[in-house]
Nanobody, 123 residues
Framework: QVQLVESGGGLVQPGGSLRLSCAAS????????VGWFRQAPGKEREGVTCIGGLHGDTPYADSVRGRFTISRDNAKNSVYLQMNSLKPDDTGVYYC????????????????WGQGTQVTVSS
C-alpha cells in the first residue's frame, strides 16, 4: 500500500522543539521531492519547506527560516522536519507531500500526500 504517514506532532510551549517525521511505504522516497505544508485554523494551507529529490535543494518560507530544518534518511525512507524556537503562529496541521522532480509550492501538484499531524504551540 502506497502511503505517507506523518508523526511527531503534539503540544509544546513557545520556544520549544518538535521533530516531525514523514515515512513512506509502498514506494522509494529517494528521488522524490518532499514538501512540508501547514494549515492553521481559518487560514489557507502554506508551504513551509521542501527537500529536492536529486539535488537536495531546501527552500524555506521566510517565517521558518533559521528555526526549521528539513532532512531525509533514504535508508529509513523518511523525511524529517526539525522545528526549533516554536511560536504560537506555528500552530496548525502539518502535512508532507511527495512529487517527482523539483520542489513545488503547490500542495496539489504532488503525487502522494500524508494525512497530517497536529502541532500546537501554546503556554
Amino acid at each position: 500500500q502506497v502511503q505517507l504517514v506523518e508523526s511527531g506532532g503534539g503540544l509544546v510551549q513557545p520556544g520549544g522543539s518538535l521533530r516531525l517525521s514523514c515515512a513512506a511505504s509502498g514506494f522509494p522516497l529517494d528521488g522524490y521531492a518532499v514538501g512540508w505544508f501547514r494549515q492553521a485554523p481559518g487560514k489557507e494551507r502554506e508551504g513551509v519547506t521542501c527537500i529536492g529529490g536529486l539535488h537536495g535543494d531546501t527552500p524555506y518560507a521566510d517565517s521558518v527560516r533559521g528555526r526549521f530544518t528539513i532532512s531525509r534518511d533514504n535508508a529509513k525512507n523518511s523525511v524529517y522536519l526539525q522545528m526549533n524556537s516554536l511560536k504560537p503562529d506555528d500552530t496548525g496541521v502539518y502535512y508532507c507531500a511527495a512529487r517527482v522532480g523539483l520542489c513545488s509550492g503547490d500542495y496539489y501538484d504532488h503525487k502522494y500526500w500524508g494525512q497530517g499531524t497536529q502541532v500546537t504551540v501554546s503556554s
